[in-house]
């Protein structure tokens, strides 16, 4: 809310009524920085810009404001600015890419796929790296794009899974934890591997503290039989112990 309220002062640089005199066209300097490839470290006007649109995105219940921010990005930014040159446009594209996966008022997973790809395809930052990669594993393994078979996806979502794990990213070992469970994409289930995974998931950095699935393994001392076993298991601990992390969690299953 703090966010979308500075975005009102945003807004007034972007419809230049804060500009000494109106001599300043701050569409014109923005216009002028994306058609440059400038990034937002080095233009100020365009970080205005970029921030105010963004927010909007990611923070604003209206609807109709973030479909024109939305627009305003793809159509104003990322179909100006060169990608393959400039790491601003890829990381954005990426951020883009998440968004249509998560926000139910926007979904739209061949946009969410082709934005991740495009973003690991051609950013240079190894740390956002994992991040597309992973979050492309999330499409696969949620079976929402393309004409592939389900165990198909799944042996996709477990190859990046693998290589975002040996790079060290929480996300991913949890990830790697469901399949060894699971036995998803003809991956064999293995119980000590999944635990592994989820000690690994808590212990990387920037791991969180959601023990809810080492402590369902290490209590039952096994895998679930199946699908249906596990959502039970996660139910009863969800039940139990009254954590609101296990809600999200099996949301994302189901």
């Known amino acids: 809310l703090s966010k979308l309220k500075c975005n009102l002062i945003y807004k007034e640089f972007i419809n230049n009524e804060l500009s000494s005199k109106k001599k300043l066209d701050f569409n014109k300097e923005v216009n002028n920085a994306i058609l440059n490839n400038e990034i937002p470290e080095d233009n100020i006007y365009l970080k205005i810009y970029l921030d105010y649109h963004l927010d909007i995105i990611q923070l604003s219940e209206d609807l109709n404001e973030k479909k024109k921010s939305f627009i305003e990005i793809e159509k104003n930014y990322l179909e100006k600015t060169n990608i393959k040159i400039n790491e601003e446009t890829a990381h954005i594209t990426g951020a883009l890419g998440w968004l249509y996966n998560i926000d139910k008022d926007f979904f739209d997973f061949k946009k969410s796929f082709n934005y991740l790809s495009d973003a690991i395809k051609y950013t240079k930052n190894e740390y956002n790296l994992k991040y597309y990669r992973n979050n492309l594993g999330v499409i696969y393994d949620q079976d929402r794009y393309g004409n592939s078979s ?6 996709n979502a477990f190859r990046v899974y693998k290589l975002d794990a040996e790079d060290g990213l929480h996300y991913s070992y949890g990830n790697l934890g469901k399949f060894y469970i699971l036995g998803l994409g003809g991956i064999k289930k293995d119980y000590a ?62």
């Open 150 to 155: 389900k165990k198909k996806n799944n042996k």
């Open 193 to 254: 591997k999944a635990i592994t995974n989820y000690k690994l998931a808590r212990i990387a950095t920037n791991g969180d503290d959601n023990f809810s699935d080492l402590a369902i393994l290490l209590q039952k001392k096994r895998v679930p039989n199946n699908f249906s076993e596990y959502i039970f298991w996660l139910e009863e601990y969800l039940i139990k112990k009254q954590d609101p992390e296990v809600f999200q969690q099996i949301a994302w299953f189901l």
